[in-house]
């Protein structure tokens, strides 16, 4: 078995997306700042209404997909299709854009806490195009598994650990995830340590998000994430404080990047193909 370490951090910024929804974001803080096949994660916490009641209007994507998995507070997902969703504390939404989605994501709450996480997973070129998908999936439909020290919540992939398996709400196999993606929300007891397995050639970080945790022989500052070198398992060890963190894994797709906002594809003559069909209103015709 080969333990995997941090070869590098992507320290989070504060920055604001949507009408000015504050929040802290690690990897696409810069076109460097990615980890084949993640664009982007954008960490949203606040107690003030100020810093996320003007949610995130109607807008467009194209090519990749987006996972928003809630810790507090209530969104609603809403698109040019009519669908919607309730999104609560603990459920996941997994929306593969494809083609394209014109959709909004507003609070459904104007006080307490809203809580939680975006990510954005590249999409191979053969997929790019295709029809627009949602997975809502409610907190009780995540599967945990408890262990000495600590408590797993598996949102994608196959969680293998002290000799126990299990599969999340999303998973590559079933569901035929070109990048397979792994994405694990770990709790961490008060100096506990644990060990995952994560497969051998595919990227993978950590998103510290509470407390303090060792990675290897490193320690990872909070709000920070931690890109990991090859190998086929990592360790976590729980500071005094305890720790929770995501864990990601996924296939790399070795493809070319080219990204204009909410528009990710592979060449430059795609963008401007991306943004003729969005003026026009050809971004969510079937092909």
Same mark, same amino acid.
């Given at each position: 078995?080969?333990?995997?370490?941090?070869?590098?951090?992507?320290?989070?910024?504060?920055?604001?997306?949507?009408a000015?929804?504050?929040?802290?974001?690690?990897?696409?803080?810069?076109?460097?700042?990615?980890?084949?096949?993640?664009?982007?994660?954008?960490?949203?916490?606040?107690?003030?209404?100020?810093?996320?009641?003007?949610?995130?209007p109607?807008?467009?994507?194209?090519?990749f997909?987006?996972?928003?998995?809630?810790?507090?507070?209530?969104?609603?997902?809403?698109?040019?299709?009519g669908? $919607?969703? !309730?999104?609560?504390?603990?459920? #996941?939404?997994?929306?593969?854009? *494809?083609? %394209?989605?014109i959709? @909004?994501?507003?609070p459904?709450q104007?006080?307490?806490?809203?809580?939680?996480?975006?990510?954005?997973?590249?999409?191979?070129?053969?997929e790019?195009?295709?029809?627009?998908?949602?997975?809502?999936?409610?907190?009780?439909?995540?599967?945990?598994?408890?262990?000495?020290?600590?408590?797993?919540r598996?949102i994608?992939? $196959?969680? !293998?650990?002290?000799?126990?398996? #299990?599969?999340?709400?999303?998973? *590559?196999? %079933?569901d035929?995830? @070109?990048?397979?993606?792994?994405?694990?929300?770990?709790?961490?007891?008060?100096?506990?340590?644990?060990t995952?397995?994560?497969?051998?050639?595919?990227?993978?970080?950590?998103y510290?998000?509470?407390?303090?945790?060792?990675?290897?022989?490193?320690l990872?500052?909070?709000?920070?994430?931690?890109?990991?070198?090859?190998?086929?398992?990592?360790?976590?060890?729980?500071?005094?404080?305890?720790?929770r963190?995501l864990?990601?894994?996924?296939?790399?797709?070795?493809e070319?990047?080219?990204?204009?906002?909410?528009?990710?594809?592979?060449?430059?003559?795609?963008?401007?193909?991306a943004?003729?069909?969005?003026?026009?209103?050809?971004?969510?015709?079937?092909?």
């Amino acid at each position: 078995m080969n333990a995997r370490s941090v070869r590098h951090v992507i320290e989070s910024v504060p920055t604001s997306d949507g009408a000015g929804v504050k929040l802290r974001r690690s990897l696409g803080s810069g076109p460097f700042a990615r980890l084949d096949p993640f664009l982007m994660l954008d960490e949203f916490y606040s107690d003030n209404p100020d810093d996320y009641l003007a949610g995130f209007p109607s807008h467009p994507h194209r090519g990749f997909e987006t996972v928003t998995y809630m810790l507090d507070g209530r969104m609603e997902h809403k698109d040019h299709l009519g669908n $919607t969703g !309730d999104l609560g504390p603990g459920s #996941v939404q997994w929306m593969t854009a *494809g083609r %394209g989605v014109i959709h @909004s994501e507003m609070p459904r709450q104007s006080e307490g806490r809203m809580r939680g996480f975006q990510l954005w997973i590249n999409l191979p070129a053969r997929e790019k195009m295709k029809p627009a998908d949602y997975r809502d999936i409610p907190s009780g439909d995540v599967p945990e598994l408890a262990f000495d020290g600590g408590i797993a919540r598996i949102i994608a992939g $196959t969680l !293998d650990m002290a000799g126990q398996r #299990v599969d999340g709400a999303v998973n *590559g196999t %079933g569901d035929s995830m @070109s990048t397979d993606p792994l994405y694990i929300d770990l709790r961490l007891d008060p100096g506990s340590k644990t060990t995952i397995a994560v497969k051998s050639g595919h990227n993978s970080f950590v998103y510290l998000y509470e407390g303090d945790a060792v990675i290897g022989d490193q320690l990872l500052q909070r709000r920070n994430a931690g890109v990991l070198d090859g190998g086929d398992q990592v360790t976590v060890q729980a500071g005094d404080q305890g720790a929770r963190l995501l864990l990601l894994a996924g296939k790399p797709l070795d493809e070319p990047v080219v990204q204009y906002g909410p528009f990710v594809m592979n060449t430059r003559e795609e963008i401007e193909q991306a943004l003729s069909d969005y003026q026009e209103g050809r971004l969510t015709e079937p092909a």
